[in-house]
């Protein structure tokens, strides 16, 4: 059987049914893909019979993710861990409460966000407001009329080299770390974790139009970054 | 109202530079769209604004967690050993 086949079986299946369904014969039902082949969902269907292979492969498939978010909170990996530690604790006492309305990772980064956010309250430092104002490019390099008086220079083909796409890679990354926290989560979280503006919208609690805001700023300054590596080079 | 709405048909390329995520989300309205284009067709600067705006997206994407701590799954299978202890017999 497919994965994705028994996954959308087991969203189908009716409640009722499923209680008069034996544990046994849910355990095979579940089983029948590896769990490191299995969906989200699947995983946490066995997870709520208590498989812990299910819980390690879940853990595992969205650990850097967790990583990597919980990172836009706190300050330290140390304290990222933690946070990703005390997230899946969380999961694991909600497990009941999951209805399926969103995806599972849309449901995990939820819980991640709020753990990490409460967390990093303390740390975080003060944003000024003007942050998410700021122009995407800078005034100066327009002439009275807007157009551009000093227009960008030309440097994407440079990046077909794979050690200079590696190299400005990890001047992103860097960069990364100077965004607004706001910005900072938006652009992870859509350009690195490559969730669709509806699942953000969804994890950060945040409107639309506010999402779109943030990732605007978020990849213009990541732009004006390479930008400036480009030129000193 | 009416001299506005003339006034706003051609985006400047400050206005673009603004407009360029809600282009790439596909947020424009249908008018705005076409202006959009209409003002990449005769401007080279903003075509190259925009290759090097869906070069840094792309850029970002190649990020890997090179830096991120080492893999922490005996920690893990403690915490979940513990948490079913706590849960009792599960149904």
Known sequence: ?233 | MMRLRIRRRELVCQQVVELVTDYLEDRLSRADRRRFDFHLTGCPHCTEYLAQLRATIALTGRITSADLTPPMQDEMIALYRQWQQGQGHRP
């Open chain 1, 1 to 233: 059987m497919q994965p994705g086949a028994a996954a959308a079986g087991l969203r189908k299946s009716p409640k009722a049914g499923r209680d008069r369904e034996s544990h046994a014969r849910q355990k095979r039902r579940l089983h029948v893909v590896p769990a490191d082949l299995a969906p989200d969902l699947m995983l946490l269907e066995r997870l709520r019979l208590g498989d812990e292979q299910a819980f390690v492969v879940l853990v595992q498939r969205y650990r850097d993710s967790m990583l990597r978010i919980a990172a836009c909170y706190v300050p330290g990996p140390a304290v990222a861990e933690e946070v990703v530690q005390d997230t899946w604790l969380a999961v694991l006492r909600g497990l009941s409460a999951f209805e399926g309305r969103s995806s599972v990772r849309t449901w995990l980064f939820r819980i991640l966000v709020n753990r990490a956010r409460t967390t990093g309250e303390r740390e975080r430092r003060s944003i000024a407001l003007g942050d998410d104002l700021e122009p995407a490019v800078d005034q100066a390099r327009f002439d009275p009329t807007g157009h551009w008086s000093d227009p960008p220079a030309h440097w994407v083909d440079q990046l077909e080299d794979r050690l200079t796409a590696e190299k400005m890679a990890g001047r992103i990354r860097t960069a990364m770390l100077d965004l607004p926290s706001r910005q900072r989560e938006v652009v992870t979280l859509r350009d690195i974790e490559g969730l669709s503006s509806d699942e953000v919208c969804s994890v950060l609690e945040i409107t639309e139009a506010n999402q779109r805001v943030l990732l605007h700023r978020g990849r213009s300054r990541l732009r004006q970054v390479l930008e400036t590596e480009f030129g000193r080079a």
